[in-house]
């Protein structure tokens, strides 16, 4: 792994790295309002997510819109401010309004969905309806649970035979609705779902090498694995960065869920080979295929992925040595990104986190800034600011 900065330099550059992200935040509240911004910037600014046939301008559809509420219930713990209270309690209330109408819900993204939106607004707040909504949203993710393989389905129609049988590695991140819906309900069949989904991703998504296929697929019928492939990556052998930074971050939190020791080892697994293939800023490149000299663009978002799993890895691993490997490979990171991939004051950006990319290959979001890198990024900074700080996962 590579050499630290020291975790007290890190905390100090957090602190004011802290500040200009909280007023990022609060000025991007003032330009949207109760709206969303798009997946993505373009050329450095967010625009309200298009309107489609069923959603108007800046409507609250796709997978990525609970990062801005996220963003908004994180900025409300660190500093208490109603403006962002305000803000986030009423993207709750939108968020259990689309799932209660079901609005856009074939996805297994609904654990990132809800877990970022109605899940903080129960446990900050103990608000009743965003509990029950939650609750919802777990209900509609287990319809995706294909029974013969234990696992929970990615993307789309189930109807749609192309869509059957197959999970990715952001899949890990999804869990933890269902974990929090068994602390709730005391209903195991939530659990059940999450230990048998979580041990076919550590059996296969995870290759011998210790990287990760991007997405997996199994025969519907019998739940025989089939093979790995890509979506997002350079090719179906190489190891696409974001997906190895979900590794790292979704085993971690399954084992704290699961207890099974086995995730734990996968968490490990996962940090060891990113850290390893990180180029000498520690900052990966969009796929770890990449090396020092290339000029491929860098997905900053997978760093502060890294940083957040590395730091969840830290706080659970039993050997002190072996979590201070992880917590330093983390400070070696955000230093990083907070010293070379945040915006200047100077830029034009109402992005937290600069130079991430969404799907290079579908030319998608390359070099710009995303709403899971802002969310990443600042619950990093969170995680280094209120240490013992308890995770919406």
């Not at 696992?151 to 869990?175: E, H, K, Y």
């Not at 819906?181 to 069949?189: F, K, L, M």
């Not at 997906?243 to 086995?262: C, E, K, S, V």
Request: hydrophobic share 40%; proline share 5%.
């Amino acid at each position: 792994m590579t050499t630290p900065f020291t975790q007290d330099t890190t905390a100090s550059a957090a602190d004011v790295a802290l500040s200009a992200a909280l007023e990022t935040v609060r000025r991007n509240i003032a330009t949207f309002g109760d709206d969303y911004p798009d997946d993505t910037t373009t050329d450095g600014r967010y625009q309200l997510r298009p309107a489609t046939a069923d959603f108007p301008l800046g409507g609250n559809r796709g997978w990525t819109t609970s990062f801005w509420s996220g963003l908004e219930w994180l900025a409300y713990e660190l500093t208490g401010e109603d403006v962002f209270l305000g803000a986030a309690q009423r993207h709750a209330a939108d968020f259990a309004a689309r799932v209660r109408d079901e609005k856009d819900l074939d996805t297994h993204d609904l654990g990132f969905l809800y877990t970022l939106s109605t899940v903080p607004a129960w446990r900050l707040l103990n608000d009743d309806d965003a509990r029950e909504a939650g609750l919802l949203a777990a209900d509609h993710l287990m319809r995706r649970l294909l029974e013969p393989a234990g696992i929970i389905q990615a993307w789309g129609d189930l109807t749609d035979p192309r869509q059957r049988g197959r999970t990715i590695v952001d899949s890990l991140m999804n869990m933890p609705l269902l974990t929090w819906a068994t602390e709730q309900t005391g209903d195991d069949r939530y659990a059940s779902a999450v230990r048998r989904h979580t041990a076919q991703l550590r059996e296969h998504i995870l290759r011998p090498d210790n990287s990760t296929f991007h997405t997996f697929y199994w025969d519907v019928d019998t739940g025989a694995p089939l093979y790995g492939a890509t979506e997002q990556g350079a090719g179906d052998d190489s190891c696409w960065a974001r997906g190895q930074a979900w590794g790292i971050y979704g085993f971690a939190l399954n084992y704290r869920a699961t207890g099974d020791p086995l995730l734990l080892e996968a968490a490990w697994r996962c940090a060891e080979y990113f850290v390893a293939h990180l180029p000498a800023d520690s900052v990966p490149f969009w796929d770890l295929v990449y090396t020092d000299g290339s000029d491929a663009p860098r997905d900053s978002s997978s760093g502060a992925i890294a940083v957040c799993g590395l730091l969840e890895l830290a706080g659970l691993e039993p050997d002190k040595a072996r979590a201070a490997v992880a917590s330093d490979a983390a400070h070696t990171i955000l230093a990083s990104l907070i010293e070379n991939y945040t915006p200047a004051r100077s830029q034009d950006s109402d992005a937290l986190l600069l130079h991430s990319v969404y799907d290079l290959p579908k030319k998608n979001g390359v070099d710009e800034g995303t709403l899971w890198g802002d969310y990443f990024y600042l619950e990093a900074l969170t995680r280094v600011a209120l240490p013992g700080w308890k995770p919406f996962w």
